[in-house]
C-alpha cells in the first residue's frame, strides 16, 4: 500500500504543473503587458502592447503642406501627397465651405481631378489658387427678376414721381432734345430696324439705343463709347411718362441689385416703350 501512495504521489504532482501555467498566464493578462506566458509544453509567449487605431497608414504617408488662396484669404493645408485632385477639392471644401463641383483649382493651369499631387509635382509651400462661389454667393446674384421688378415697383409706389425729383430735374429742365425721335402718345409699335437716337442720359449727353437680338445684346452708344449689354443681365426696366411731354418717357433699365445701377434715358418715344420692355425682359417681337 504504501508503494501504491508513494506511485499517486508522482501522478498527481505534473497534473497541478498545468494550473500554475493557467495562473501565470492570467497574472501576465492582468499585469505588465510584457509579461512572459509559460505554456505546458515550454514555450512561451508574449502579448502585444501596441494596438492599431486605423491611423498607422496614414501617418506613413507622405505629406505636402500647401497653401490654399481663395477669396483673398490664405489657408495652411496637410494632405497626403498621393491624393487625387478630387481629394484635394474635399478638403479644400472643409477649409472653406466651397462645394468642390463649384471649384475652380489652379496649379500652374487647371488641376486635374484624376491624378495625384504627386503626379503634378506638386511640392511643400505650393500655392494653390482657387476661384469660385459658395451656393449663398450664386443665389444673391441671380435673385430672380420676377423678385425685383416687384420690389421696384413697391418703391416706385412710395416716392414722389419720378420726373420731379432733383436728380432728374435737372436733365428734363434743359428741355427736349431738338434732333430727338418724333414721338405718338398713346400707341404701341414695334421697335424700327434703326437704333433709337437723340436721348438723353443722366449726365446730360446723348445717347442712342441698339437692339441686336441676333446677340441678344442692348448696345447704348455715347459719344465716348459704346457698352455692349446682354439683355439677360438686364433685371427690369423702369418707366414713366414725364409730366407736360407725355409722348416722350424716362426710363431706367436695371443693370444691378440696387437703384445706383440704374442707366437712365430720357425722352424715349412713347410708341416704343412696350416694346422695348418685352425685347428685353423676354417677351420677343418678330417682325
Known amino acids: 500500500m504504501a508503494t501504491q501512495d508513494e506511485s499517486q504521489e508522482v501522478i498527481m504532482e505534473p497534473e497541478a504543473k498545468p494550473k500554475e501555467d493557467e495562473l501565470l498566464c492570467e497574472n501576465a493578462d492582468?499585469?505588465?503587458?510584457e509579461s512572459v506566458c509559460h505554456t505546458e509544453g515550454g514555450n512561451t509567449t508574449s502579448q502585444d502592447s501596441s494596438i492599431s487605431n486605423g491611423d498607422?497608414?496614414?501617418?506613413?504617408?507622405?505629406?505636402?503642406?500647401?497653401?490654399?488662396?481663395?477669396?483673398?484669404?490664405k489657408y495652411d493645408l496637410k494632405i497626403p501627397v498621393d491624393s487625387t485632385g478630387a481629394k484635394l477639392k474635399e478638403s479644400i471644401h472643409s477649409l472653406t465651405g466651397l462645394p468642390p463641383a463649384m471649384q475652380k483649382v489652379m496649379y500652374k493651369g487647371?488641376?486635374?481631378?484624376?491624378?495625384?499631387?504627386?503626379?503634378?509635382r506638386i511640392t511643400n509651400g505650393a500655392k494653390i489658387m482657387v476661384v469660385g462661389s459658395t451656393i449663398n454667393d450664386v443665389l444673391a446674384v441671380n435673385t430672380p427678376k420676377e423678385v425685383i421688378q416687384q420690389e421696384v415697383k413697391a418703391e416706385e409706389n412710395k416716392k414722389e414721381p419720378l420726373c420731379r425729383q432733383k436728380q432728374h430735374r435737372k436733365v428734363l429742365d434743359k428741355g427736349k432734345p431738338d434732333d430727338i425721335?418724333?414721338?405718338?402718345?398713346?400707341?404701341?409699335?414695334?421697335?424700327?430696324?434703326?437704333?433709337l437716337s437723340g436721348m438723353f442720359n443722366?449726365?446730360?449727353?446723348?445717347?442712342?439705343?441698339?437692339?441686336?437680338?441676333?446677340?441678344?445684346?442692348?448696345?447704348?452708344?455715347t459719344k465716348e463709347r459704346t457698352e455692349k449689354v446682354p439683355m439677360g443681365s438686364i433685371k427690369n426696366i423702369v418707366t414713366e411718362p414725364i409730366e407736360g411731354h407725355e409722348e416722350y418717357h424716362m426710363m431706367a433699365f436695371q443693370l444691378g441689385p440696387t437703384e445706383a445701377s440704374q442707366y437712365w434715358v430720357y425722352w424715349v418715344p412713347a410708341q416704343f416703350?412696350?416694346?422695348?420692355?418685352d425685347t428685353v425682359l423676354g417677351k420677343w417681337q418678330y417682325f
Do not use: C, H, Y
Request: proline share 7%; no cysteine; charged share 35%.
Open 273 to 277: 416703350v412696350d416694346a422695348i420692355k
Open 110 to 120: 487647371l488641376l486635374p481631378e484624376d491624378k495625384t499631387l504627386r503626379e503634378i
Open 30 to 33: 492582468k499585469g505588465d503587458p
Open 181 to 195: 425721335m418724333p414721338a405718338v402718345r398713346g400707341t404701341k409699335e414695334r421697335l424700327p430696324t434703326v437704333p
Open 56 to 73: 498607422d497608414a496614414d501617418d506613413k504617408q507622405e505629406m505636402v503642406d500647401l497653401k490654399i488662396i481663395w477669396n483673398k484669404i
Open 202 to 221: 443722366k449726365s446730360g449727353g446723348k445717347v442712342r439705343l441698339t437692339f441686336k437680338l441676333e446677340q441678344d445684346q442692348l448696345w447704348i452708344g
